[in-house]
């Protein structure tokens, strides 16, 4: 879908690597989605750590673990915004427009 939209996209499977990813691409990333379980490191603390290096990216955590508690959580640790599993793909899509400005028509 991100393709269809013309958004190029990053892609990592681990925590370490989308780190140094962003590190070296920084410039170019205009959003995360940011998975809150990863295999070498969690999405919180791999959240804080990209908010060390860049406070204005927009990163919003995915996580099929949503309880309504845990909201104010994600604003305390820095997400922009979250989006639990599974998401309807018009949901993903209203997220992306919304950050990154893209025509909503794409």
């Given at each position: 879908?991100?393709?269809d939209m013309g958004i190029p996209v990053i892609e990592s499977g681990c925590g370490k690597q989308a780190f140094d990813l962003f590190k070296e691409l920084r410039e170019?990333?205009?959003l995360i989605l940011l998975d809150i379980y990863l295999p070498d490191c969690d999405g919180w603390t791999l959240g804080g750590m990209i908010r060390q290096v860049?406070?204005?990216v927009p990163v919003i955590a995915i996580s099929a673990i949503f309880p309504a508690e845990l909201?104010?959580?994600y604003r305390t640790a820095g997400f922009t915004g979250?989006?639990?599993k599974p998401f309807e793909m018009n949901r993903l899509k209203e997220i992306i427009?919304?950050?990154l400005h893209y025509p909503a028509n794409r």
């Open positions: 879908m991100l393709d170019e990333i205009g860049s406070p204005q909201a104010a959580k979250y989006i639990a427009v919304s950050y």
